[in-house]
């Protein structure tokens, strides 16, 4: 018996060491906005909001990996929201690895479009599916879309929020890394799939959902003689009951003797009906995206400026018109030490929609304002 638990400790002690990581951060900000909605029957409705705030985003990753004689890895990453969110595990996948193979990724995580894309620079309060949006900075008059079309982000996601997928990440070899996936269904992540296609809206049918969906991307990583260099391209596609999407990004990165610079941009085709409780389309892809920033380091310091566009042409549908969104921010960060950064900078916005949630000609909405946020960011 003694001989036989010594056996199973030991068993138990090769197994994978579970780890946890994350990000925990912390805000407090000074907004001062104006937003007025249009009614269709011609008036206007000032909406207030808080000019001081306090915001937050924080999250909690269970890591763990071993490799084996033959250099073969295997891992996972469980990632849980710190604060209450309605997808509370979004990202959870398992991982095999090698250096000649590279890496296949099975479960909830992001496709390989995105995970190769490359932005534009920050100085510490980022924009592309960043902070501003991330941490509500602004009041979102969006309904939450941002990040599910070109408005906010030249990220390849358009509802695929972490689905669960198959995807391979290649060696990089000569600068060069390649990534494929394959999106049985569009889905928030760490749901358990259902094989049934789903129905946001009231309906039972079809016509909302986004399935067989694909997403291809190639990054290139280099350094010439102090002079660096990054880029990259994607493309995401899926079936829907209603207009196919497509969609496809690109942006690049470029560095040296301490500056950085570089942008991003995104272009979407088609997309599915979302249907409301009155049946009427509420969403639509069309649309395109660009970003641009600077950013100068040097030692703990580091300061930059970023600017980003969007516009989705056919979003709230049933009639809904155009929707836009500009965001620029002037931001600052001091890193303390290893994990512990200050960040703190000025920021700026203007949105603007016709139509919303297909309502009528009539009716709109106009926000913009600016503001200032300071916040410190730990990573653990």
């Not at 979004?90 to 390989?112: C, H, T």
């Not at 990220?155 to 929020?161: E, G, H, I, Q, T």
């Not at 990054?219 to 596609?237: H, M, P, W």
Request: aromatic share 12%.
């Amino acid at each position: 018996g003694l001989i036989a638990g010594m056996a199973g400790d030991a068993a138990a002690d090769s197994r994978i060491k579970v780890g946890v990581h994350g990000y925990h951060q912390q805000w407090g900000v000074y907004l001062n906005d104006d937003i007025d909605t249009s009614n269709q029957d011609g008036s206007t409705t000032k909406i207030k909001t808080s000019p001081v705030d306090q915001k937050h985003n924080s999250e909690i990753c269970f890591t763990g990996e071993s490799t084996l004689d033959n250099g073969i890895t295997f891992g996972l990453n469980v990632q849980l929201e710190a604060n209450t969110e309605g997808d509370q595990i979004d990202e959870s996948y398992l991982y095999v690895q090698s250096d000649s193979m590279g890496r296949i990724i099975l479960g909830d995580e992001n496709n390989a479009g995105y995970l190769l894309h490359v932005t534009a620079p920050d100085g510490g309060i980022s924009i592309d599916s960043g902070d501003m949006i991330s941490d509500t900075f602004w009041a979102d008059t969006y309904g939450g879309a941002s990040f599910d079309t070109s408005l906010a982000t030249t990220n390849l996601r358009f509802r695929d929020n972490d689905s669960g997928k198959f995807t391979y990440i290649s060696p990089r070899f000569a600068g060069f890394q390649l990534g494929a996936s394959y999106i049985p269904q569009f889905e928030p992540g760490g749901d358990d799939n259902d094989p049934i296609y789903k129905s946001r809206g009231t309906n039972t049918d079809d016509q909302d959902e986004i399935r067989n969906g694909y997403a291809l991307g190639a990054n290139f990583k280099e350094d010439f003689g102090g002079f660096g260099v990054q880029a990259s391209v994607g493309y995401l596609g899926a079936s829907t009951s209603d207009n196919d999407l497509s969609a496809l990004n690109a942006g690049a990165q470029f560095n040296f003797a301490g500056f950085t610079v570089g942008g991003a941009y995104v272009k979407a085709f088609g997309g599915s009906r979302t249907l409301d409780d009155n049946g009427q389309e509420i969403t639509e892809f069309d649309g395109d995206g660009w970003t641009a920033g600077g950013a100068y380091e040097i030692g703990p310091y580091k300061i930059g400026i970023t600017y980003q566009r969007g516009v989705n042409d056919g979003f709230n549908g049933a009639g809904g018109g155009d929707v836009r969104l500009d965001q620029a921010n002037i931001s600052g960060t001091y890193q303390f030490g290893p994990g512990i950064r200050l960040v703190g900078g000025f920021f700026a916005y203007d949105a603007d929609a016709q139509n919303p949630g297909g309502t009528g000609d009539g009716a709109g909405y106009d926000n913009d304002g600016w503001g200032f946020a300071s916040g410190i960011k730990l990573g653990f």
